[in-house]
């Protein structure tokens, strides 16, 4: 006899492709759900994005991807906060003729040619342009003005080249300390990662593609006392995380060499910027993905072609968590079942429903943390019966979901299988949403098992240094731990205890052997007893049963091969009257029985046609309407959409209308008329201007800071030259308090401003300073621009003044959205037009309610008839069927039966005479 292989369930090949298909459909799930990003501009919106080749070459910046074979500990960026000098001040005499400002280092300070005063006739003191007399002075004849002038550009010149220098270094550190911030103070939104290999490519059909393909988490300390920044690679499991999420599934033609390329990027062992081990990364993956793959090593990002390339172009990115772990956890797991072909035993009963994973391989049937003594369960917890049944649960099963509302002991529960679990020398992983609720089954924790727990809820430095700390700990403890005198003595008693317990069972065991041996019950095939019992009864039955041996061959132990049940259908055909009776009309045509339908299938078509045909009637008097007919031949699906769209314009009609806006029920009387031009032009005019207002209003920030006593029109022109004047160098002098003073001597323009200090105050003073005239500025023109928005509005709205600026946009951007909602349902009308025009249905008049209701209606009407017809189609012709056979001279009287019932929808006589016909 040829020995047969018995198949392990998980490496059934049906299991398996199950297995694949399942996770590459929930991968792909995941990949609508989420968009992956394609290019790193995304980046530079929403966090950012430093490369590294724009790091300045200087002592106060240390950059390890240009040190190369760095420390794998060591910092991917070092940079220093460099001081940040003001430039020497000129003499009096000499700052009167330079030309312009000299704190910028791009702008040279030159020496004016010549420059006019003004003085009064007799006197030689310098005045306002008021004077009577302008007198212009040259610089030939100010000798001492060039010597002085000489001297100091000296130490200007060594300035401005000391800014130039440090200046892109500040900017560096800048952007890097922005950064920081933001990671810091959103770590649940943001990460920052540093990414090397950046690829790009331009393929046929495929979005462009400009992004890392490997990147290394990195997390950023700064050092209050010096204000060093230092970015350094997260102690983590993954070195370099390779991500290609940004290209489609088709582009990546080896997954598998792909995935062997990933697990290499994770596990090395160099630094993640080391430019040789980073290269031949991305040399292996750019060659993988495509024969005429390039790489590129430079610090620069590559140029996207019809072919990818891939640039070493290291870079510092500040993006949105990701994701899409899940996608890559996916592919993982799909990636070692194809490898393996075999199905993880956790995996199976995802595949087969029916398969009951071994509990053996989790469990050993060691009791535990669970100690029963006489009967009475005892735990490092308290537990009632039903969190005992959980953990006995989890000891049996592959799997124990738990659920349960917050406060019905959840954590409580968590916590004592830990240590029910624990007590059986197993590793436990804990994972959860969010860190509280790892904290809260942490602190539920029993205070001795508390230090065997290692909480990893982060990735920062600090984080991985905690974990460093926690296992070290506990290994200093194992191995420096000692048992006490009293712990040997406690030891030694439980022994004897367990010794005495295991000798009691035995001789127990015995004895029950001893016992079971003669009393022990069988059951065999229905027959209870001792053996003895059962072989006695077997012969006293052989002179009854004994005669079907020679009908068939039965071996000892098999089954019968009749059912009692056949036994006695048998039987009582056999013996059946009526059976009898049919035997002359059995020979007579009959109809053939398997075209027939069963009795229940019988009584549901019947069900459904009496239910079409109620609804039918119902709905008949839209039956002769023009729409009716028009709409008779849409689909199921086109009819659903159409009742979909009208539902969706009802309830938007009747949430706009309970609003009682001032404008809204003029607006939705030229809604329903098709009349909405003036409203989307009304529309475009105030989303023009909130655009315009809101970074006006956002700049101003919440609170009024301004406060005008007349109307600030006419002071714009002023406070426009008053900053010109106060930009240009202009003198400006104000009081220990930030008043003006204004003098005899003051210039022209101060005094003329004396309206706009009397007027207007900022910030409870008045505005002196270039920030507060703009601030000014910004609220006369955020004014205007609210003003304008007012005036959008129909003239029969009456606009409520708010307190401050911000309250007055925010109440048009309420009044907009409404507005908007207004116009979708405008939108929505078209799109119902449109449809209806397919169906040759035109001209609906929309400025009822009614004619909504009535276009559900017949749409309702429509379905009832199609589902009538549809439901009578199977019984005439089954009543058709039945009537070829009926019609015969020799057909059988059932089929005339069979005819009438079908004929008159009659489920009972149908099914007595389909038994007959079957019997």
């Given amino acids: 006899m040829e020995e047969q292989t018995i198949v392990s369930p998980a490496r059934d090949a049906g299991a398996v492709d199950r297995a694949i298909r399942l996770f590459e459909f929930l991968r792909r799930v995941q990949q609508v759900k989420s968009t992956p990003i394609r290019t790193i501009d995304t980046y530079e919106k929403d966090g950012g994005v430093l490369w590294l080749d724009r790091l300045p070459i200087d002592p106060a910046v240390q950059s390890s991807h240009r040190s190369g074979g760095a420390d794998p500990a060591a910092p991917v960026i070092s940079i220093e906060r460099v001081r ?15 030309d ?14 010549s420059r006019t005063i003004f003085k009064d006739v007799g006197d030689e003191s310098l005045e306002e342009p008021g004077a009577a007399e302008a007198v212009k002075l040259h610089l030939d004849d100010f000798p001492e003005v060039t010597n002085q002038y000489e001297e100091w550009w000296t130490d200007w010149s060594v300035w401005a080249a000391e800014e130039l220098r440090l200046r892109p270094i500040r900017n560096i550190y800048a952007e890097i300390f922005s950064m920081y911030i933001a990671s810091s103070s959103h770590s649940e939104d943001l990460e920052l990662v540093v990414g090397v290999g950046c690829l790009a490519w331009l393929a046929p059909g495929h979005q462009p593609v400009l992004r890392h393909a490997f990147v290394a988490q990195v997390t950023v300390e700064f050092d209050d006392a010096t204000g060093r920044l230092s970015i350094f690679p997260v102690e983590s499991v993954d070195t370099l995380k390779l991500e290609l999420d940004m290209l489609e599934p088709e582009l990546v033609q080896d997954p598998q060499r792909v995935s062997v390329i990933g697990d290499e990027s994770s596990a090395l062992e160099a630094h993640p910027t080391d430019r040789d081990e980073v290269s031949l990364l991305c040399r292996r993956l750019v060659h993988t993905l495509d024969p005429d793959g390039q790489y590129l090593d430079k610090d620069t990002a590559p140029a996207q072609t019809d072919h990818p390339i891939i640039a070493f172009a290291p870079a510092l990115i500040l993006r949105k968590r990701s994701k899409l772990g899940l996608i890559q956890v996916f592919d993982s797991i799909v990636n070692q079942i194809k490898r393996n072909h075999e199905v993880p035993e956790g995996l199976m009963p995802l595949v087969d429903p029916d398969h009951v994973p071994d509990p053996g391989l989790s469990w050993n049937g060691t009791d535990g943390a669970i100690v029963d003594v006489d009967d009475e369960v005892f735990l490092p917890l308290p537990v009632n019966e039903r969190q005992l049944q959980i953990l006995r649960r989890v000891d049996r099963t592959a799997q124990t979901l738990v659920q349960g509302p917050p406060g019905t002991g959840k954590t409580h529960t968590a916590a004592a299988l830990i240590s029910h679990l624990l007590a059986q020398g197993k590793r436990v992983l804990v994972t959860a949403q969010t860190d509280r609720a790892l904290r809260e089954v942490r602190g539920k924790l029993p205070e001795a098992i508390k230090p065997l727990s290692v909480a990893v809820v982060g990735t920062g430095r600090e984080d991985m240094a905690d974990l460093r700390i926690a296992v070290e700990r506990i290994a200093g403890a194992a191995s420096e731990h000692e048992p006490s005198v009293a712990k040997r003595e406690i030891t030694h008693h439980l022994e004897d205890i367990d010794r005495l317990r295991r000798e009691r069972a035995e001789l127990n065991h015995q004895l029950l052997e001893a016992r079971e041996s003669e009393v022990r019950t069988y059951e065999l095939h229905g027959t209870t007893g001792t053996l003895a019992a059962i072989a006695l009864q077997f012969e006293e039955q052989r002179p009854v049963h004994g005669w079907f041996e020679t009908l068939t061959k039965v071996e000892a132990g098999s089954s019968p091969p009749l059912s009692n049940r056949e036994i006695l259908e048998w039987r009582s055909l056999l013996t059946d009257e009526s059976v009898q009776l049919d035997e002359h009309e059995a020979k007579k045509v009959l109809p053939d029985r398997s075209s027939l339908l069963p009795p229940e299938d019988f009584a549901d078509l019947v069900t459904v046609e009496a239910e079409a045909w109620a609804t039918f009637t119902e709905f008949a008097d839209v039956h002769g309407e023009p729409v009716f007919g028009a709409l008779r031949n849409a689909s199921a699906e086109e009819l659903e959409n159409l009742r979909a769209d009208l539902r969706r314009v009802s309830d938007e009609l009747i949430a706009i209308e309970r609003r009682q806006d001032q404008w809204s029920d003029a607006a939705i009387a030229d809604v329903r008329a098709l009349q909405v031009t003036l409203w989307r032009a009304r529309r475009d005019q105030i989303v023009g201007l909130v655009t315009t207002v809101q970074p006006l209003v956002d700049l101003l920030g919440p609170i009024d800071r301004i406060r005008c006593s007349i109307d600030p029109v006419p002071l714009v022109a002023i406070a426009r030259a008053l900053r010109a004047h106060v930009a240009g160098g202009g003198k400006l002098k104000v009081d220990a308090v930030g008043r003006p003073k204004i003098s005899a001597l003051s210039p022209q323009i101060v005094k003329e401003s004396r309206p706009l200090f009397d007027a207007v105050t900022v910030d409870s003073g008045p505005p002196t300073t270039i920030a507060q005239l703009d601030l000014f500025l910004n609220w006369v023109q955020t004014r205007e621009a609210l003003d304008a928005l007012d005036r959008s509005w129909p003239d029969s709205m009456s606009v409520p003044q708010e307190d401050t600026l911000g309250e007055r946009l925010a109440w048009h951007l309420t009044e907009l959205e409404l ?14 037009n449109a449809s209806l025009a397919m169906q040759s249905v035109r001209n609906v008049d929309w400025r009822t309610d009614a004619v909504i209701d009535q276009l559900l209606r017949i749409i ?16 005439d012709a089954l009543k058709d069927f039945i009537a070829n056979t009926a019609r015969l001279r020799d057909a059988a009287l059932c089929a005339t039966e069979l005819h009438e019932a079908v004929a008159n929808r009659d489920p009972v006589v149908y099914g007595q005479q389909l038994d007959r016909l079957l019997h």
């Fill in 819 to 832: 507005l908007q909602k207004v116009l979708m349902v405008a939108t929505q009308l078209d799109h119902l």
């Fill in 860 to 875: 309702t009407a429509i379905e009832a008839t199609k589902r009538l017809d549809e439901s009578r189609g199977p019984l």
């Fill in 84 to 98: 940040h000098d003001t430039p020497p001040k000129p003499p009096d005499t000499l700052s009167l003729w330079l």
């Fill in 100 to 113: 312009g400002g000299f704190d910028d280092p791009d702008r040279f300070p030159s020496l004016l040619d």
